[in-house]
């Protein structure tokens, strides 16, 4: 496990992971340009939901780099990458079991968004979340589960469109699970 946390904290590991996640985050907010041009301005911020978790470990390994913590953005992170990493591959996992076609695409998004929930997870170590910090993340992800299925600003997968009640029931549980994680880690954390 030793072995483990160095590679994590080895600086080259880290620009190596912080320019992953720059270019998947703007591939991210390319792969919304449809959905982000119908959609209305007032909504905008919570459309791209996996890119801007993304963005939220960006700002999280800068600061690692700058060895500083920036504790809010990694509860934000924490929360989102878990939640949308787990909610794109059982949503492409899906789209396979109704259509019966997986995709270099597909295949490409269940890898990255995997690799999503777990970079967060595996970070949490050095994480220096406090219970406010949780409190706005929980906030955050809640109210964009609102945005999505309420105003219906989820993202797109036409095949699934039947579905979107259970999605969203899934999805607001997933939310659940992605903030019990978070203060595990905040609390494990605090005993430490």
Request: proline residues 4%; hydrophobic residues 55%; aromatic residues 20%.
């Amino acid at each position: 496990m030793n072995w483990l946390l160095y590679v994590l904290k080895d600086r080259r590991f880290l620009w190596l992971l912080l320019i992953v996640n720059v270019l998947g985050t703007i591939y991210g907010y390319i792969w919304y340009g449809n959905q982000l041009a119908q959609t209305p301005g007032k909504f905008l911020l919570f459309v791209p939901d996996s890119p801007t978790a993304s963005l939220f470990f960006v700002i999280v390994l800068i600061g690692f780099l700058l060895k500083r913590n920036f504790s809010l953005f990694e509860a934000l992170a924490t929360v989102t990458l878990f939640k949308y990493g787990v909610w794109a591959v059982v949503m492409n996992l899906l789209v396979y079991k109704v259509t019966g076609v997986m995709d270099p695409v597909m295949l490409m998004l269940v890898a990255s968004h995997a690799a999503m929930a777990i970079q967060g997870i595996l970070y949490a170590p050095f994480y220096t979340i406090k219970m406010w910090h949780l409190v706005v993340a929980a906030i955050w992800t809640l109210h964009n589960d609102i945005i999505d299925y309420v105003f219906f600003m989820m993202p797109r997968y036409r095949a699934l469109d039947e579905f979107i009640p259970q999605i969203g029931y899934f999805t607001f549980w997933l939310s659940i699970l992605s903030i019990a994680i978070t203060y595990f880690f905040c609390k494990w954390r605090q005993k430490k």
